[in-house]
């Protein structure tokens, strides 16, 4: 392709389990926290 | 949801759904744009001869980009079908409070203007500190809401922690070894202004806190500006001295941990914060940097409003900037908020679900008072309850009486409250092309902005959008570059 370049291939987000399994940690997103913004965690179930 | 846009010198396609992006030219980008008017239909000849014009192109040239378009969109990476998910699959049983800020205490040794916690005391006029017993009650409490789920989080925060450091070490000591006894896997964060830092807490957190949090404000002028000490003594010299040392150390084979952020607020007075997270780099050492906008009142004079997002957005645009130079150079600078997995990052759920602010996190203070967060102690009328409670529900092993459930010493109306909160619902969330990072923002923001849990905090919404903008292009510059 000239004109496109694929940066990002598609991600697959539906965990195989079809659930979540509520072990990743929590997210606080406040100024005075910095614990993690949410699509910067790894997933605890692929660990 | 496919959102296209221009930043500094690339233009991109990112398609939400699918987590797929794609940088443009000038010719395919106008095209892009074309689909997306028409919700991801080829357009027609007649739209596409307006655009031979203005790109002195061949319809024919123009076709060929649709043609790879189409098969793009065929295989379902750009205008993907929304992800199916289902909401009743959040949680695999109920949600549990698993994660816990521990306000060890409720005093400060510096004056921050624009501190939410009335410098320490939390606006109560009352400075107080966290006793071992109830510190003990609230991590009991913990493992006993926390049911099946084995990570547990525990951060220690103030006012400034390290004012009340004996109960920081006896909690953590109860913490590692009651948590295997339950079963449960407690990580520890600190969370400290660092002016009482020395040799012997540093070498105590790097062996036992897989986290922690330094608060500097950048440049000495900025710094001492909005984190002056009692009195109003200028306190960037010995802060920034003792975290200069604790990095060190931290990145050094001492330390069992790595995890840690170099972290700033800026305000209306700093838009240039560019400037501070380069000396936080250069002058300090750091490679963990994070950098937050204030949230105020919108009456102060340091408080930002919707006429300085334009000064952010391109602020922040010289910041990825800055880092992909860093990077380019082989000096890389984690900055927080544009360090997003693009290509893994966690499941669509998480995403979703966002803080579990009062259903899966919750503040405890000093006095045992529980709150759906920190930024909520002190909100009357969202307090939960009191850790002193699970006492009544505990065997003498610390293991809930059969039939109890530890969220029953909680405020049933209050946990509903944030129970009903969890997703992010909002018509404005449903379709914004950041609503797989951002997960949904933060309630407390919204409420002491708007009022209200629900109302959309504008700010906020765009400072999110440019960040994920920021990211994405940060990925696109390494690409080029094959960093
Ligand atoms: S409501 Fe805001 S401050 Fe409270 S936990 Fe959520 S993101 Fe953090
Ligand atoms: S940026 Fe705002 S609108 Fe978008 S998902 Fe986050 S809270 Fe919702």
Redo the contacts between chains.
Sequence with gaps: ???????????V???SS??????????????????C?????????IQ | MVHAFFMIDRHIVYDSDSGAFFELDEISYDVIRLYIDGKGQRPSVELLNDSVASHKTSILELQEICDDFDSIIAEGTLFAAPIEYDYHHLYPDQPRIKAMCLHVCHDCNLRCTYCFAGTGDYGTGHRSMLSVETGKAAIDFLIAASGNRKHLDIDFFGGEPLMNWPVVVELTHYCNENGPKHGKDIRLTITTNALLLDAEKTAFINKYMKNCVLSIDGRPEVHNRMRPGIGGKPSYEPISKRIKAFVERRRSDESTYYEHYVRATFTRHNLDFSEDVKHMAESLGANQISVEPVVAPEDCDYSIHESHLPAIFDEYEKLARYLHGRRAAGEPVNFFHFNMDMSNGPCVYKRLKGCGVGAEYCAVTPEGDIYPCHQFVGVEKFLMGNVSSIHSILDENKHLIEGKDATDILDQDTLQIFYDRLMPNRESCKTCFARYHCGGGCAANRYFSTGSLDEEYRVGCELAKKRLECSIWLSAASADSQI
């Design positions: 392709m000239k004109h496109i370049k694929q940066i990002q291939k598609a991600t987000k539906v965990p079809g659930h979540a399994c509520g072990e990743c940690q929590t997210s606080c997103q406040s100024a005075c926290k910095t614990s913004t949410v699509a910067n965690q790894s997933c605890e179930a």
